[in-house]
């Protein structure tokens, strides 16, 4: 059936109105910035005149809205490199319910006890990579996806040696001792919850993302206190450190496993439709600008274990495919540990990382904190510190001008006196 027929049907001796133009599809979530900022002052939404540096204001909670542990936060949205802020945060306390056996011995399903049977904290920071969408759906899933995970293992994780059987029974009397051998201990079963939650996170976004019809991705860093442990799960390259008077502590890696960097670009040059347009497949040694337009620069392709070079095109400033991802948990055992009054966990996406190295951070922790203890918003204030020393300010404390122009967001954990013991149930 033709146009022609269509005009001469309907609309005779008239033209043949326009096609509408399709609908963008919504946004699985709204874009919003971390509920805790709600009140801190300056938009929600986009940088407003960002392109002057003074006009990039960091934000943290309003003075009398405590985070756990009362832990600081600040966050400053990139310089123009995106209209949104695409780094996302959250936290707040983690309530594990009981699973049990029903009342009928020959019951294999597990009923929900209503009460908490233990209780944690979390926080999380997540880096967003071709849009916010990602990182917003992370920052309001991972948490659940979390919680369930543990409500599916915690009676094993409160035994003394977690059960071969999560109904406690032995199919085999030698049960215990495959356990023993096999070195598996309680916080291997947060661990593996930890693991299972990215997993289940990272399938949802998938969904929705597909459903929305946008593309993207997130990185994510995790940090949970359950029963005396302080767990960090990270995956891509955001950074979290142990900063104590005489130590630094790494409490995350960014990597790139040689044989996956490979895989996934051979990926991505037999099918390029994976890349929707946002991504390059090719590895430079960081991120291009535009100021390397027309510039021959080292670069690395799928069949490429060396290097070479290439003239910078347009589409090489596209979001590296290739860019510190792993996945990576690690345990503190806080009983262990004794904190000591000034001992803090930072948190940050790499915009403070990109500038900042871990010794520089550990130092413009060590030399705030002493002078202000008797302060009860010092982390925040901290927090805002060292975002403000990834400016390039002539006030900066670490006076050396680097400027970060990413997002940055950072939390600010103290341990004194918070983790210790074991969590109630």
């Known amino acids: 059936m033709s146009a022609n027929w269509f005009r001469r049907r309907f609309l005779p001796g008239g033209p043949l109105p326009a096609p509408r133009p399709p609908r963008p599809r919504a946004s ?9 900022l709600r009140g801190s002052g300056s938009s929600p939404g986009t940088a407003d005149a960002s392109c002057r540096p003074d006009a990039r204001p960091v934000r943290s909670p309003v003075r009398g809205r405590a985070l756990p542990w009362n832990a600081g936060y600040a966050e400053i949205i990139n310089a123009e490199k995106s209209e949104f802020n695409e780094d996302q945060a959250a936290c707040g306390k983690l309530c594990i319910r009981r699973f049990e056996f029903g009342v ?5 399903w597990l009923t929900l006890c209503p009460e908490e049977f233990l209780t944690g904290h979390y926080w999380a920071l997540f880096d967003g990579h071709g849009g916010p969408a990602a990182a917003i759906l992370a920052a309001n899933t991972l948490h659940s996806c979390l919680r369930r995970q543990l409500e599916a293992v915690v009676e094993g994780m409160v035994a003394t040696q977690p059960p071969m ?10 049960d215990p001792q495959f356990v023993e051998e096999k070195g598996i201990r309680a916080e291997d079963l947060v661990v593996g919850a930890l693991e299972s939650a990215f997993q289940e996170c990272d399938e949802v976004i998938g969904r929705e993302l597909e ?24 995956a891509g390259d955001s950074r979290a450190i142990l900063v104590r008077r005489d130590e630094v502590r ?8 040689e044989t996956e960097r490979q895989r996934l670009q051979q990926l991505a040059f037999l099918y390029p439709e994976l890349l929707a347009g946002e991504f390059t497949r090719l590895e ?8 390397d337009l027309g510039q021959k620069v080292l670069f690395r392709d799928h069949h490429m274990s060396g290097w070479s070079y290439k003239c910078v095109e347009q589409s090489d400033l596209k979001y590296p495919l290739i860019h510190g991802q792993g996945r990576q948990v690690t345990v503190l055992d806080m009983d262990q540990l ?16 990109d500038v900042l190295s871990s010794e520089q951070v550990a130092r413009l922790v060590r030399s705030f904190l002493p002078g202000n203890r008797e302060d009860p918003h010092r982390f925040s204030e901290l927090a805002q510190m060292l975002i403000h020393s990834t400016q390039g300010k002539d006030d900066s404390p670490t006076q050396e001008g680097q400027v970060s122009y990413d997002d940055v967001s950072v939390f ?12 109630s149930h």
């Not at 699985?28 to 805790?36: A, D, G, H, I, L």
């Not at 059987?165 to 030698?174: A, D, K, Q, T, V």
């Open 28 to 36: 699985p979530v709204p874009y919003r910035r971390p509920r805790f």
């Open 104 to 108: 009928e011995e020959d019951q294999e």
């Open 165 to 174: 059987h999560l109904s406690g029974h032995c199919i085999r009397p030698s």
């Open 211 to 234: 459903a929305s019809g946008q593309v993207g991705g997130c990185t994510a860093l995790v940090a949970v206190t359950l029963q005396g442990k302080l767990y960090v799960a990270n």
């Open 250 to 257: 790494p409490l995350s890696s960014e990597f790139t496993p």
């Open 284 to 291: 430079f040694p960081r991120r291009l600008k535009g100021d």
């Open 338 to 353: 004794e904190p000591q009054e000034e001992d803090v966990v930072v948190m940050a996406t790499d915009g403070l990382w």
């Open 412 to 423: 600010v954990i103290p341990l004194h006196n918070q983790g210790q013991g074991r969590s």
